[in-house]
Each structure stands twice: as structure tokens, then as C-alpha cells.
């Protein structure tokens, strides 16, 4: 799955949101690092709905523009669940594999280095 796919699912699981709402909780959650686009975030949303992962919850018009909320379904609850526990998985075997090389692993964008002195 794709990063802004996870993403998106992850934000949908606090409850349903509308593009906006979601585009926000992504650079949020993302610290920054993804900023989703009107295109990106309808062209991911159309293929979650299509996957059977997301639908509509319900729609309501705000200053005369109709405004869609999504939700989770409880097979895109489940997916994402698979999803993050894969990630987590794949994130502890990359740390141990480092640490039985003698790296010291620091804070996510730090620098690491190894026990020898040498740095990464």
C-alpha cells in the first residue's frame, strides 16, 4: 500500500472527514513531510472507495459547495491494522539488523553511528 493510501486510511480511523479535513490530519500525522493535493487525495479516496476500504458516511452543503465525508469500512479498518502491523514488523527487523552490526540508532532524520566511531 501506498504511503498516502495509509495515510488517508489512518486518518479516516479517528472518524469519517471530509478532503480537507483529511488532507490536514495527513500533513499532521506526517509531520510535514506529505501535503496531499486535490488530485492525489480524490484520486487515492475514488480507489479506496473502489476497493471496498472507504465510502461515503454522508454529504452536507457549506457556504452553497457540497462538502462529502468519508469513512472507514470495517475491511479498510482491518487493512490498515494488517498494513501497520507489517510496517512495524518490517521497522523492527531493519532496527535489529543495524543493532547486530553495531549501529546505534539514533531519532528518525538524526544522525546514527556505529560503536567503532564511525559515523552514518
Do not use: C
Amino acid at each position: 500500500m501506498q504511503e498516502p493510501a495509509f495515510l488517508i486510511l489512518s486518518a479516516l480511523a479517528q472518524g469519517p472527514a471530509h478532503g480537507y479535513g483529511i488532507v490536514k490530519d495527513v500533513e499532521l500525522s506526517s509531520e510535514g513531510r506529505i501535503t496531499l493535493r486535490a488530485g492525489t487525495l480524490y484520486g487515492a479516496i475514488d480507489r479506496l472507495v473502489a476497493a471496498g476500504l472507504v465510502e461515503i458516511d454522508h454529504e452536507e452543503v457549506v457556504d452553497s459547495r457540497l462538502r462529502r465525508y468519508y469513512r472507514l469500512t470495517p475491511e479498510g479498518g482491518n487493512r490498515l491494522a494488517a498494513e501497520a502491523h507489517r510496517a512495524e514488523a518490517q521497522a523492527r527487523s531493519a532496527l535489529a539488523r543495524l543493532n547486530a552490526r553495531g549501529w546505534v540508532v539514533g531519532t528518525p532524520g538524526g544522525a546514527g553511528s556505529r560503536l567503532d566511531g564511525a559515523t552514518a
